[in-house]
């Protein structure tokens, strides 16, 4: 089946720190990427949608200059929280899709867990 | 606009017995789709079940089945022969946008089988 993979699964980083997250498609091409962040005992808000090869959508709300995503090919997304304070301590995850259509389900990465000192 | 309601915050299930996770929907649009995802305390979303809007008959998927009544906009899950593997949050979502669709979330229900 599809899989994504994400790394790291954990950072603890001082404030101030820029992080980069990764999220990989490791046995498709997905030219879509979602990244989304989830607040303990909360849902999961969609922050963005990571275009291959183009600038990726940012939900209303999201400050794409604090998190900037990259999305340089069709098995690669990263995801940078810039100059992070301790309000971007969350639950990061991806997610990805191997076939267009829409009964095709988005696959998730593990997650990571931002923890902003 | 889509909204995704799930109304409840925490179940509990005896092992072995059923039981089913509500989840309600709100759209205008005529093509959708809704899908189940179980999240375990590690954290990792995990795919379990699909419905089309346009489907004629319910989706079941091993011990999971999907209760879609369109009329109503519900789409509950029912999980059969409940295992203490399934204690996890489950999170009912709706496709939007079409083929290239992006997911909205419930707000989730924690479900936890007793022994």
């Known amino acids: 089946g599809a899989v994504v993979s994400q790394h790291p699964s954990r950072v603890i980083c001082k404030s101030g720190t820029s992080v980069k997250i990764e999220c990989r498609s490791l046995?498709?091409?997905?030219?879509?990427m979602f990244w989304y962040r989830q607040f303990p005992k909360q849902s999961l808000m969609l922050m963005a949608t990571?275009?291959?090869?183009?600038?990726?959508?940012?939900e209303q709300g999201v400050e794409k200059d604090k998190f900037l995503i990259n999305h340089a090919s069709l098995t690669l997304s990263t995801l940078t929280v810039t100059s992070a304070h301790p309000e971007d301590s969350s639950f990061y995850i991806c997610?990805?899709?191997?076939?267009?259509?829409?009964?095709?389900?988005?696959?998730f990465g593990d997650g990571t867990r931002l923890s902003i000192l | 606009a889509q909204k995704i309601t799930q109304t409840q915050p925490g179940m509990f299930v005896q092992e072995k017995e059923a039981v089913t996770l509500d989840c309600t929907y709100d759209?205008?649009?005529?093509?959708?789709?809704l899908f189940w995802y179980k999240q375990p305390s590690s954290g990792e979303m995990i795919f379990l079940i699909y419905?089309?809007?346009?489907?004629?008959q319910n989706a079941t998927e091993g011990r999971y089945s999907l209760n879609f009544q369109k009329a109503r906009k519900s789409a509950n899950l029912v999980i059969s022969a409940s295992q203490l593997g399934d204690s996890a949050m489950y999170f009912c979502?709706?496709?939007?946008?079409?083929?290239?669709?992006?997911?909205?979330f419930g707000k989730g229900t924690l479900l936890t089988v007793n022994p």
């Open positions: 997610s990805a899709r191997d076939l267009q259509g829409l009964n095709q389900p988005q696959h």
């Open positions: 046995d498709f091409q997905a030219t879509t």
């Open positions: 990571s275009n291959e090869g183009s600038k990726a959508t940012y």
């Open positions: 759209t205008s649009d005529p093509s959708y789709g």
């Open positions: 419905q089309g809007s346009y489907d004629q």
């Open positions: 979502a709706m496709a939007r946008g079409g083929s290239n669709y992006k997911l909205t």
